[in-house]
């Protein structure tokens, strides 16, 4: 388990609490989202996804927690710091825009005893491939992923939203090649037919 966990999880409740206290909605993503449904612990930071609508008031919210603030000069999220705990706030990643159905594809969780709407492994995995580019071409983190959390995946969905990306294209052939995802998708169940994980400890 990585040593920053426990200071990651304490900054993704506090952020949360915030935020829903605000009236703000969001639905953690990244590392966290992928621990909560089973996969392995992450180190790194905290990804939240919120409307372009609602990014301003979500910074604001933070800001009032006592966050450090950066709006980064990328255009598709603000940053925020919770001491050395960075709060990534992301509103237009690489799959276009945070919107209804992001949301509609969350999954309401128990995530150290406190609700979260934890993002789709669909949109996780999406996020990660179409962020691939020539310069930064590490399958290694998104490989993990898809190894961990295969069952819950809609593997058509994945294809068909990251149809554009070469880099995605050869990464999915990598995992058919590998056994974790099915050319016809025949053995991997749509992710409405899991059973949501329920985390009540690190």
Known sequence: MPDSLPELVSTMKRSLAA????????????????????????????????????????LASLAALGFETERPPEGWLFKTW????LVDLIFDPAGGPVDDLLFERAEWMEVMAQPALVAAVDDVLVSKLLALAEHDLD???VLEVARSLREQGDWAD??????????AAAFL??????????????????????TPLRRTGV
């Not at 935020?19 to 990804?47: C, F, K, N, S, Y």
């Open 173 to 194: 052939t990598l995992v058919e090649t590998l056994g974790i995802a099915s050319p016809l998708d025949a053995e991997i169940p749509p992710l409405g037919h899991v």
């Open 82 to 85: 919770d001491g050395d705990i």
């Open 158 to 167: 994945v294809r068909r939203r990251t149809a554009a990306s070469p880099f």
């Open 19 to 58: 935020l829903r206290g605000d009236g703000i909605e969001v639905v953690l993503g990244g590392g966290l989202a992928v621990w909560a449904r089973g996969g392995p612990a992450t180190e790194h930071d905290v990804d939240l996804f919120v409307r372009e609508r609602d990014a301003e008031r979500a």
């Open 139 to 141: 399958y290694r983190p």
